[in-house]
Nanobody, 118 residues
């Protein structure tokens, strides 16, 4: 069993900042990558940012220069620092963890709401 828990969402004004955290626990020996996706009602879930075990990052064009993803491998934790937030960043942000061993699989958290007011 693998558990993924996000925290740090909330309400912020445009131009403000928030930091999301995601902790993976349970049956985990090694993780390939961790990342964040977001979804608004009626739309598909979109990739926001990912980071590999080696620290290679990937960002959606819409968040480049504003969001920073980082990772603490020892704690199986990933962070998303979100700066210069815009109303269009409003969404439910979900954390995805790709576990390699002992059993390969994708694991998702429940999501955390981020609301940016104009």
């Amino acid at each position: 069993q693998v558990q993924v828990v996000e925290s740090g969402g909330g309400l912020v004004q445009a131009g403000g900042s928030l930091r999301l955290s995601c902790v993976a626990s349970g049956s985990i020996w090694s993780i390939a990558s961790m990342g964040w996706c977001r979804q608004t009602p009626g739309k598909q879930r979109d990739l926001v940012a990912t980071i590999t075990a080696g620290g290679i990052t990937n960002y959606a064009d819409s968040v480049k220069g504003r969001f920073t993803i980082s990772r603490d491998n020892a704690k199986n934790t990933v962070y998303l620092q979100m700066n210069s937030l815009k109303p269009e960043d409003t969404a439910v942000y979900s954390c995805k963890v790709v576990v390699i061993t002992p059993r390969y699989g994708d694991h998702w958290g429940q999501g955390t709401q981020v609301t940016v007011s104009s």
